[in-house]
């Protein structure tokens, strides 16, 4: 009776979970946590390979940002990031993680899909972040990042990036503003 209760809580809990989710966004039953937001600039520590990307790299940065906001739509703007920190319920977490990028063609081939391998950890939260550090990846659109381990997806969560001036405010905090024109 107990292990119902308790399945039966579980349900519940994660079908609430489900409900308050934005269009388009995913998480599997192994996330324990996870928060999707916008942040400004870090310091850039070392890079790491990652092939599947325009740049050819993803950048370490110190710490863990603050997110200034948790909105979904994103200034295009140099300096201002976007992206998810998440845990999973699995305490020894989960390597070989496929991060992917979506987002409306960028670069000189028209690029709409990057791609690089990370983990999750369960027992800290990870980031999973895209910072505009170049002119072309100021792309308006759609945009989403989504994270795959063993052929299953782990989350998926989807982002707007609008042009500056629809939404000043949150470049504005991050010292931007002479951006938004």
């Known amino acids: 009776m107990l292990r119902l209760a308790f399945a039966l809580a579980l349900t519940l809990a994660s079908g609430a979970v489900a409900q308050t989710l934005p269009e388009g966004d995913y998480r599997s039953p192994q996330v324990a946590e ?19 990307t325009i740049a050819g790299v993803t950048n370490v940065i ?32 989960y390597s070989d993680v496929w991060i992917t990028v979506t987002h409306p063609p960028m670069g000189p081939d028209g ?45 998926r969560a989807r982002f707007d990036v609008a042009v500056p001036s629809a939404v000043p405010e949150l470049a504005i905090p991050c010292g931007y503003e002479d951006q938004l024109s």
């Open 34 to 52: 996870f928060k999707a937001g916008i942040f400004c600039a870090q310091k850039v520590i070392r890079t790491n390979p990652a092939p599947g």
């Open 62 to 93: 110190e710490g863990e940002p603050g997110f200034i906001s948790v909105s979904r739509r994103v200034p295009a703007v140099l300096g201002v990031g976007f992206g998810v920190k998440v845990r999973v319920d699995d305490p020894f977490g």
């Open 111 to 155: 690029v709409t899909e990057e791609f690089y391998v990370s983990s999750i950890s369960g027992t800290e939260t990870s980031m999973n972040l895209f910072q505009f550090d170049f002119d072309y990846e100021l792309v308006p659109g759609p945009w989403s990042i989504e994270a795959m381990s063993a052929g299953r997806l782990i989350y």
